[in-house]
């Protein structure tokens, strides 16, 4: 619900174009607002991407000088806050690719370094985060225009790692832009890990590129086959 003070052409939009940062009264006294903002839109709005278009459109042809928020800066450019929300909530996406892993012994981790070098020496950026250590805001940040999600996890008790079990329902919490995924395990005793792991991401409709799953460390046969997955997974991502 916004309010529009017309005598002084203020929007006054509550949660919407916010940011969690205190760096400054107005904009252009945060250096580093956009990344704030981006992560606050992933972390708040991005589930609601489809509500979000039709209150911009309510906004077209409305004299705007200042945009007065309930969190973070006030913003005395509007111009910069709306094309960027213009740009996230019609979810346009980069040629980005977000790599999200857990490991215990070591196994996913080289899997995905693996694959994050294929990837990024055929030109896409990559964005790798440990789930054991990482931010998941900054997760949800990379989430907002990245064009697919590759999550790797060992296989415990014969599901998902907790860690992944986690990233993978805020994904679909969040229901970002994703295009495709892929999937990256190891088990010792049996698998179990790809399967609850796509089961939870089922609703998002992305397309599964491939995933790849070892009997304990990978083989370089297996990390063959990993390099392939991030071939194909970039390909995907340049033709689309």
């Known amino acids: 619900m916004f309010t529009y003070l017309v005598e002084d052409k203020v929007l006054f939009p509550c949660d919407f174009f916010g940011a969690h940062v205190d760096g400054g009264i107005y904009d252009e006294d945060i250096e580093d607002l956009m990344v704030h903002a981006k992560r606050y839109f992933g972390e708040i709005m991005m589930p609601y991407r489809a509500m979000a278009v039709k209150a911009l459109e309510k906004m077209d042809g409305l004299p705007l000088e200042i945009i007065a928020p309930s969190h973070g800066p006030i913003h005395r450019n509007p111009a910069r806050i709306l094309e960027a929300y213009r740009k996230w909530t019609k979810g346009k996406t980069k040629r980005k690719v977000v790599v999200v892993y857990v490991t215990m012994w070591g196994s996913t981790r080289k899997m995905a370094s693996t694959l994050t070098e294929t990837i990024l020496s055929e030109g896409l950026n990559v ?114």
């Open 127 to 240: 964005e790798l985060y440990d789930l054991a250590s990482a931010d998941l805001g900054e997760i949800a940040k990379d989430l907002v225009d990245s064009k697919a999600i590759v999550l790797g996890a060992p296989t415990v008790l014969g599901g998902a790692h907790p860690l992944a079990v986690s990233a993978a329902y805020l994904v679909r919490a969040l229901r970002p832009p994703l295009k495709f995924g892929a999937f990256l395990s190891s088990y010792g005793w049996g698998g179990g890990a790809l399967r609850q792991i796509q089961e939870i991401l089922g609703p998002l409709k992305i397309e599964v590129v491939g995933a790849v799953e070892t009997h304990g460390p990978p083989t370089e046969d297996d990390l063959t086959k990993v390099v392939e997955l991030g071939k194909t997974l970039a390909e995907k991502v340049r033709g689309s």
